[in-house]
C-alpha cells in the first residue's frame, strides 16, 4: 500500500520518514519548493534531534519521495498548519487547500486522516468539503456504515524535540466519522505505534487534543500568575513551588517569560471560539500566559532605570530550553521589545543558533556570546532554561542585577 502525507513540516516530515522506515511506500507533498527539494536529495529543512538520519535512510532506500504535486496512494494524513486569524478565530484554510490538492486523486476505498490539530467539527468539514469536490464517491456518516471512502481525526501529539521517540511511544487517539473509519485508521497507526490506539469519535478526538494544550496552558498560567502574586509578596516562587509541590497531590508546573510555540498558546482559542460563553477559564489562562511577557519587560525597564547606561543581557532566545526554535518566542519578543523601545543597550545571547534569522538581524546585527554578556551587562534577563545558563555559578552573576523570569538562581 502506498501512504501520502500533505503538509511536510514539523509532524508531516517525521511521520512520513517512520512509516518509510517500516518498508512502507509515502509520497510525501508539500507547497514548498525549497522542502520538497531538501528532502528529496535526503536532507531536512527544519530542526527535530535524528530526523535527518531518518530521513537521508528513507530516501535513499527510495521509500520516500517528495513532491509538490499529489498523486493516487490509498491513504491521505494532512498534516498542515492551522493558524489562527488577527481575531483568534481558527483558520481552516490550509486544510481546505489540502482538500483540493488529493480531491482530484481520491478512489473508493481510500482513508483520509486529519492529524492537523483542529477546531472541533473540522473532520466533518473535509467529509463535506469533499462531497462537494466528488459528488461520485459516498462520504461516511456517524450513523452508516458503508461509504466509499474512510475519514478520520488522529491529532498529533508530540513534543518538539522528542519527536521521533513521542511519534512511537506515545498513545495515540483515533476519532472516526464512523465506527469501520477508525478502524482502518487504527490499522495504520498499529504499523508504527507502540503505544495504545484509543478509538472514538472523530469530534471527540479534536477536543481531546485541544484540551491536553490547554490543561498544560492553564495550569502554566496558575504557575505565572503565582510568580506575580509572589514577586507582589516578596516571597520566592521556586522555594514556594517546591514546597507546595511536596504534598502528594500537588503538581504546580514552572513560571516563565510567557507561553510560546505553535501549540499551547493557539490551541485555547479554538475552544474558546467554538464555546465562547462556557470556557472563561480557558481564555483567561491565555490572557495571564499573554500578558507575562509584558510583565518581564516592566520588571526590566525599572531596573534599567537605576542605571545611567544600562546594558542589558537576554539569556536565551528560543521558545523553551535547549532547542534552537525561535517561533512565537516570548523571549525573543522581549529581547525585540527592549531594544525597539531603547531601554539601554540590549545583548542577546541564544548559544543554540549561529546567525538570527534575517528579520531580526534589523533589530541587532549579531548574538552575542554569553561570556561577552557576562563581562559586560549591568542586568541579566534570564528568559529560557537552557543548560548553558543551568551550569552558571552564583559567581559568575554576583555583581548584576538578575531578572531571573526560569528560577535558574532560584
Ligand atoms: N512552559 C512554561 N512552564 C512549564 C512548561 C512549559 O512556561 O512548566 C512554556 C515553555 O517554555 C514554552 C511553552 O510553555 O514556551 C510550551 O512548551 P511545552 O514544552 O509545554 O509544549 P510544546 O509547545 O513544545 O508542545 C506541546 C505539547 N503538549 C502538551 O504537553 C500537552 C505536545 O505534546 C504537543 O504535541 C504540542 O504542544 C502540539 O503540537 O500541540
Known amino acids: ?46 530542526v527535530e534531534p535524528d530526523l535527518d538520519m531518518l530521513v537521508q535512510a528513507a530516501v535513499s532506500t527510495g521509500k ?16 498542515v498548519p492551522t493558524p489562527f486569524k488577527g481575531d483568534k478565530k481558527p483558520d481552516l484554510s490550509y486544510i481546505e487547500a489540502a482538500i483540493h490538492t488529493i480531491a482530484p486523486h481520491v478512489n473508493k476505498g481510500n482513508l483520509i486522516i486529519l492529524e492537523s490539530t483542529s477546531p472541533v467539527g473540522t473532520t466533518e468539514k473535509i467529509a463535506q468539503w469533499l462531497a462537494q469536490l466528488r459528488p461520485d464517491l459516498r462520504m461516511p456518516h456517524a450513523n452508516a456504515e458503508q461509504s466509499d471512502v474512510f475519514i478520520a481525526h488522529c491529532p498529533e501529539r508530540v513534543l518538539p524535540g522528542r519527536v521521533l521517540q513521542e511519534l512511537v511511544s506515545n498513545d495515540r487517539i483515533i476519532g472516526g466519522i464512523s465506527p469501520r473509519c477508525a478502524h482502518k ?11 495504545e490506539c484509543l478509538v472514538t469519535d472523530a469530534r471527540t478526538a479534536e477536543m481531546a487534543k485541544l484540551t491536553e494544550n490547554s490543561f498544560r496552558d492553564v495550569n502554566i498560567a496558575f504557575a505565572n500568575e ?4 509572589c514577586d507582589h509578596l516578596k516571597i520566592n516562587v521556586w522555594e514556594l513551588i517546591q ?11 514552572s513560571p516563565g517569560p510567557g507561553v510560546g510555540g505553535h501549540c499551547i498558546a493557539v490551541d485555547p482559542w479554538f475552544i474558546v471560539d467554538s464555546a465562547p460563553e462556557q470556557a472563561k477559564m480557558i481564555r483567561l489562562a491565555r ?19 537605576e542605571f545611567k547606561k544600562p546594558v542589558i543581557a ?37 548559544p543554540n543558533i549561529r546567525s538570527l534569522p534575517k528579520a531580526y538581524q534589523a533589530f541587532t546585527p549579531q548574538l552575542v556570546s554569553l561570556h561577552e554578556a557576562l563581562e559586560r551587562a549591568h542586568i541579566l534577563v534570564v528568559l529560557v532554561d537552557h543548560k548553558q ?16 523570569t526560569r528560577g535558574l538562581f532560584g
Not at 243 to 253: D, G, K, Q, T, W
Not at 319 to 325: G, N, S, T
Request: net charge negative; with cysteine.
Open 64 to 79: 520516500l519521495k517528495a513532491s509538490t504535486e499529489a498523486e493516487a496512494a490509498d491513504v491521505f494524513m494532512i498534516a
Open 243 to 253: 514546597l507546595a509541590n511536596r504534598h502528594p497531590r500537588v503538581n504546580i508546573l
Open 389 to 404: 545558563f543551568k551550569s552558571l555559578k552564583p559567581g559568575d552573576v554576583a555583581a548584576k542585577v538578575v531578572i531571573d
Open 185 to 195: 485508521a487504527m490499522e495504520l497507526y498499529q504499523l508504527f505505534v507502540r503505544g
Open 226 to 229: 503565582l510568580s506575580m502574586i
Open 314 to 350: 537576554c539569556l536565551g532566545l528560543a521558545f523553551k530550553a535547549d532547542i534552537d526554535d525561535l517561533r512565537e518566542s516570548p523571549a525573543l519578543d522581549i529581547a525585540k521589545e527592549l531594544t525597539e523601545q531603547r531601554i539601554g543597550e540590549v545583548l542577546w545571547v541564544e
Open 1 to 46: 500500500s502506498k501512504i501520502s502525507v500533505i503538509g511536510l513540516g514539523y509532524i508531516g516530515l517525521p511521520t512520513a520518514a517512520v512509516i518509510a522506515s517500516r518498508g512502507v511506500q509515502v509520497h510525501g507533498v508539500d507547497i514548498s519548493e525549497h522542502a520538497v527539494d531538501t528532502i528529496n536529495q535526503g536532507k531536512i529543512h527544519i
Open 287 to 305: 490572557e495571564v500566559n499573554d500578558a507575562k511577557p509584558h510583565y518581564v519587560m516592566d520588571r526590566v525597564k525599572k531596573a534599567a532605570d
